[in-house]
């Protein structure tokens, strides 16, 4: 793979040894003469998943975002950039943290920034980082705005995904999947799961262990 820049920010915080790091790599632009096809996500023009992982594995920082630069005029997702993002064992479809940084990055180093822009995911669609002005304090603050998460692959209650899952939350948590306590759905995609509880379970109230989901290898989220 050719020469690359990678760039290190913490993310959410000012301080060296503070916040979330992530490293940055901003991709040459493509040859102009490239086409894209509508909806498509560009993989052909990043380099081989095998070296961005890599790469990612020996920078060995929480996420590396690789950004592709697009001409936004030609794309019908209107995006000025591809992004993909690697932890030092596998792919993310997205991450926060590392968006943030992306942002950033360019809206400190590109010459004539928009004030907007634009990010076309492997899975999502488009997110969006604005630069807006802080209502504290004589600064620029960057907003990020991820696409809502619809069509998510569900796990069939019942099912033997669906059995382990059951198994390690209730030894993680100590609450049965049962009445409210059982979630209303579960969602797998790549090595993510997504618990959706109903409101009336308490989730402030449960002492979580998250070493009994080691198991899994995956990130585990739950939300109600």
């Given at each position: 793979m050719t020469s690359l820049t990678k760039t290190t920010y913490q993310a959410f915080?000012?301080?060296?040894?503070?916040?979330n790091p992530a490293a940055i790599i901003v991709l040459p632009k493509p040859?102009?003469?490239?086409?894209?096809?509508?909806?498509d996500f560009p993989y052909d023009l990043f380099p081989p998943a095998s070296n961005l992982q890599e790469t990612a594995?020996?920078?060995?920082?929480?996420?590396?975002a690789f950004a592709?630069?697009?001409?936004?005029?030609?794309?019908?997702a209107k995006a000025h950039y591809a992004v993909r993002w690697f932890n030092p064992v596998n792919e993310a479809p997205l991450c926060g943290h590392a968006t943030l940084a992306l942002s950033q990055h360019l809206f400190s180093t590109l010459p004539n920034a928009p004030q907007t822009l634009?990010?076309?995911t492997r899975l999502h669609g488009v997110a969006s980082a604005s630069l807006n002005q802080s209502p504290f304090e004589d600064a620029k603050l960057v907003g990020i705005e991820f696409p809502e998460l619809v069509d998510l692959p569900s796990v069939a209650k019942d099912s033997k995904r669906w059995r382990e899952l059951k198994g390690l939350f209730e030894a993680a948590?100590?609450?049965?999947?049962?009445?409210?306590g059982e979630p209303v759905g579960v969602f797998e995609q790549d090595q993510y799961f997504l618990l959706e509880f109903s409101p009336e379970l308490n989730l402030k109230a449960l002492e979580f262990d998250?070493?009994?989901?080691?198991?899994?290898?995956?990130?585990?989220?739950?939300?109600n």
């Amino acid at each position: 793979m050719t020469s690359l820049t990678k760039t290190t920010y913490q993310a959410f915080a000012s301080a060296r040894a503070q916040g979330n790091p992530a490293a940055i790599i901003v991709l040459p632009k493509p040859d102009s003469s490239t086409e894209i096809a509508d909806g498509d996500f560009p993989y052909d023009l990043f380099p081989p998943a095998s070296n961005l992982q890599e790469t990612a594995r020996s920078i060995n920082l929480p996420m590396t975002a690789f950004a592709l630069p697009l001409d936004p005029e030609n794309d019908s997702a209107k995006a000025h950039y591809a992004v993909r993002w690697f932890n030092p064992v596998n792919e993310a479809p997205l991450c926060g943290h590392a968006t943030l940084a992306l942002s950033q990055h360019l809206f400190s180093t590109l010459p004539n920034a928009p004030q907007t822009l634009r990010y076309l995911t492997r899975l999502h669609g488009v997110a969006s980082a604005s630069l807006n002005q802080s209502p504290f304090e004589d600064a620029k603050l960057v907003g990020i705005e991820f696409p809502e998460l619809v069509d998510l692959p569900s796990v069939a209650k019942d099912s033997k995904r669906w059995r382990e899952l059951k198994g390690l939350f209730e030894a993680a948590s100590g609450s049965k999947w049962e009445g409210n306590g059982e979630p209303v759905g579960v969602f797998e995609q790549d090595q993510y799961f997504l618990l959706e509880f109903s409101p009336e379970l308490n989730l402030k109230a449960l002492e979580f262990d998250a070493s009994k989901l080691v198991s899994l290898f995956l990130s585990f989220k739950v939300h109600n």
